[in-house]
């Protein structure tokens, strides 16, 4: 299993896709995009502001306890997962995962970028509401452990994830 | 839990957004689509054929073993889920779910549309390749049994979720 | 040219693609949805409000009759196009059209659903915000002359679009 | 009119949101990708080979005319427009482009990526055929003249729009 875990438009989503294409075996990339398309649209508790900070609620936490639960048992019956993921309670959200992954084979990686650069590539996404980029950039990493960290910034996704990759057992 | 079963374009998503939105309490919708999403651009043992039709490898089936196991996790955790799934093994594949959710409390409901209904809405949906609608249409229920049985081709997703909300408990 | 008219989520994105499947020659589709995505994040002048409520401002105006004019000259050009729009002003709006495409050959299609109706396949479409789809339902046709006029509430679009091809000449 | 030509993945798209962002007034973005979405899903004469390689029809050369005639009439009418484009024929596709866009104001700008880099990043994007970056990033600029050339190889998107909006008067 690997965990890749970095703020909004840091890159994870091409490394994950990437890592896909680069590794033997087919694995499925699961992560924080999937739990908000899963939920209902009225949204289960987690806001987006205008600028950009996003504010989590008791609905929202109990649903992703669920969620890393079921992921962390996909895992336990043989699935290979690229968890893509965005820590935004930092050492405590990795501690959750932690948790839940217990007696599973876990590759820790951090994804970084440079706030400036991640909000000029939110601005390149088109994103409606710009902000989450920047706030994320630092905030995400607070306190959290990783086995290898890449950074996005003048890394290609693909070297990224060929990076990742030799750290796969 | 809800396991909706119907085939390709019969209805079921948008029967699944209005459950969420007819339900009280915050539920996930996941599914095939999710499962199919999350597998490798490349795909994984499951190709779709320029007539419609699905064939499924073991690669793929490996990964569904492992999915499903992950989402009665997710239930057994507590989240309340609507799976929206595309049967094609019929009793065979009901009977996977079916050990996989064994102590779970499920509701199992068919999604019925008359295969020219359907391969009607696959045209106006502007699927690039046709032919699943009318291929999937009887075969995803041979040997499946419910606890309701809706029907999209004269009643509306929202009606459909309406009747199927009485039934859960 | 085939101008289809109608509110949000009466259907005219499907019987468009239906037409694009029915009809002898290559047809483009093209609307406010086209124009809405090729505006900038910020939105240009359209908003729409939590009730469903849409606002338009000069801004808008000036980027939709220049957006009509190509479109008239995409026609003029030679190209069969099917435009999907959503008549705001009513007559008003057809009007702007009427002068644009002065001298081409016009098929103006209504088309209908019940405002109850629309507004529960809004939810099935699992849109953030709801209201449109009962606000335009009745709006979007006053004063608006057509050709042919298509009811969604309990046909098909296919069968719609099999309607609007019998008066393509 | 901004015509922005460079192969597939070498970062168009994310350029052209970001000139809607850092430019003074709205504009309007539309290209390739916006036609061929707006074509029937059957295809009209443009096929995308498994090797990434795309061949072009004549039925398609017909539509593609009036569209540039359209988008042309888009911008005399008052619309400043970014267009988003892939010179499949090089000169030739130009010369199209510039008979239609006679009289009026346009800034031509080629934007350039490695061979290399744009094929990692299809691998990013998760496109389900690759191949297209490779063979576009020389091709579309064979004979194509400029008035700035733009390398996203090494310059962040949003960098590049604010070096070409230098140029725009």
């Known amino acids: 299993m690997i965990v890749l875990n970095g703020g909004s438009s840091s890159g994870k989503s091409g490394i994950a896709r990437c890592l896909q294409s680069v590794l033997p075996d087919a694995w499925l990339t699961l992560g924080t995009d999937t739990l908000i398309e899963a939920m209902p649209a009225s949204g289960a508790g987690i806001d987006l502001a205008p600028d950009g900070s996003v504010t989590v609620g008791p609905a929202f936490r109990e649903l992703e306890r669920a969620w890393i639960a079921g992921v962390a048992a996909m895992a336990a019956a043989g699935a290979k997962v690229v968890v893509d993921?965005?820590?935004?309670?930092?050492?405590?959200?990795?501690?959750?995962?932690?948790?839940?992954?217990?007696?599973?084979?876990?590759?820790?990686?951090?994804?970084r970028c440079d706030a400036e650069t991640a909000a000029a590539r939110e601005v390149a996404r088109g994103n409606?509401?710009?902000?989450?980029?920047?706030?994320?950039?630092?905030?995400?990493h607070?306190?959290?452990?990783?086995?290898?960290?890449?950074d996005t910034t003048r890394t290609e996704a693909l070297?990224?994830?060929?990076?990742?990759?030799?750290?796969?057992p």
Chains 1, 2, 3, 4 share one sequence.
């Open 85 to 111: 993921e965005v820590f935004l309670g930092g050492a405590e959200s990795q501690c959750r995962w932690r948790t839940a992954l217990h007696g599973l084979d876990v590759l820790w990686v951090g994804v």
């Open 128 to 140: 409606r509401i710009t902000g989450m980029a920047a706030q994320q950039a630092e905030l995400v």
């Open 142 to 150: 607070k306190g959290v452990t990783y086995d290898v960290v890449v």
């Open 159 to 168: 070297d990224c994830a060929r990076e990742i990759a030799r750290h796969v």
